[in-house]
């Protein structure tokens, strides 16, 4: 096996976990909401992931590594993208809408990597990816709207605005560790997240001075532990961590097209807690499935040929 094969097959499995973990996550972060508002729930999110993040960072690479590089500013800003900025909008919209459509909004991350990479570096993205793109687009439009395209202004619309806005705060975040290529995966999560709490914690004293947060109670804590416990660790931790493993593996484009698989886990979850999905959206996560298939074969397929030549 090749090293870029090797590469490929690792990022594979990371991105598998992160699909596992991702896709529990907002079923899971729906019912958190119930007890915590989102201020709060983003704030214990990745202030306790940032805590982890440094202790490992400070086990590994040592105390030198937890200096900035004289760039603090730009790993500020990523830090508020990915973490403060994602993390409210997120729970702000998912309050407002369903676990499974903000989860087919997510999926749009292949679309929003490709746009930004061919933007920056004028190279295009080859004709079957932009083709598997686009076929996405499709599908996820059809489980947006059910076939309807009302849904698209009615009462879940303001839901969805936001977590697609959420979307393009990671879709950032995500490209912005190639301004690092120095940096490995451990060392930007651990400096990001951690500037991002600080920012998470302006936002958080700002929204309890508004009236719009306020500090859960020990009885709301404790109603809510697991899922806590879940998000904080499992999501935060281990999830973040093996996406920015994935992303340093595969490339944000096609690490990013694994993003699609989450949905299904989300619809599995829906479905078992009694939902039953439309027929056309049904088939609109089906169309997406396929698409995300072909084009990892395709990366695949690619990433043999650059190993044999």
């Known amino acids: 096996m090749t090293p870029t094969q090797k590469a490929h097959r690792q990022g594979t499995i990371y991105m598998l976990l992160v699909v596992a ?11 958190a909401l119930q007890a915590i508002d989102p201020y709060w729930i983003s704030f214990l999110r990745f202030g306790t992931a940032a805590l982890v993040f440094l202790g490992l ?10 200096s900035a590089d004289g760039r603090p500013g730009k790993v500020f800003f990523l830090g508020l993208c990915g973490f403060a900025a994602f993390g409210i909008a997120l729970f702000e919209g998912l309050k407002l809408t369903r676990p499974e459509i903000s989860s087919m909004i997510l999926a749009t991350g292949p679309i929003q990597f490709a746009l930004a ?3 920056r570096t004028k190279r295009r993205p080859d ?3 932009l083709a598997m793109i686009a076929v996405a687009v499709v599908g996820e439009a059809l489980v947006v709207t059910a076939g309807d395209p009302r849904r698209l202004v009615g009462g879940d619309a303001l839901g969805n605005g936001l ?3 959420a979307s393009l705060f990671w879709t950032a975040y995500t490209l912005g560790a190639q301004e690092f ?18 920012g998470l914690l302006a936002a958080l004293a700002l929204a309890t001075a508004l009236g719009h947060s306020r500090p859960p109670t020990t009885t709301e804590l404790a109603s809510v532990w697991p899922q806590l416990a879940f998000i904080v660790f499992f999501v935060s931790v281990f999830g973040i961590l093996f996406w920015n493993m994935g992303v340093a593996k595969l490339g944000p484009l096609s690490a990013g097209l694994f993003a699609n698989f989450t949905p299904v ?13 439309d027929s056309i959206e049904l088939a609109g996560a089906l169309i997406v499935l396929a698409a995300l298939i072909a084009n990892n074969r ?3 397929a690619k990433a043999r040929r650059v190993g044999m030549a």
Do not use: N
């Open 265 to 277: 886990i989300t619809y599995l979850i829906a479905i078992a807690q009694g939902r039953r999905p």
């Open 298 to 300: 395709h990366q695949g």
């Open 21 to 31: 973990i991702w896709g529990c996550f907002l079923p899971v972060g729906k019912s």
């Open 57 to 66: 960072l400070a086990a590994r690479e040592g105390l030198k590594a937890l």
């Open 117 to 119: 990479q061919w933007w």
């Open 181 to 198: 290529p120095k940096w490995s995966p451990v060392r930007y999560t651990a400096l990001s997240c951690s500037m991002g709490s600080i």
């Open 127 to 129: 004709d079957f990816t």
């Open 163 to 165: 977590v697609f806005l």
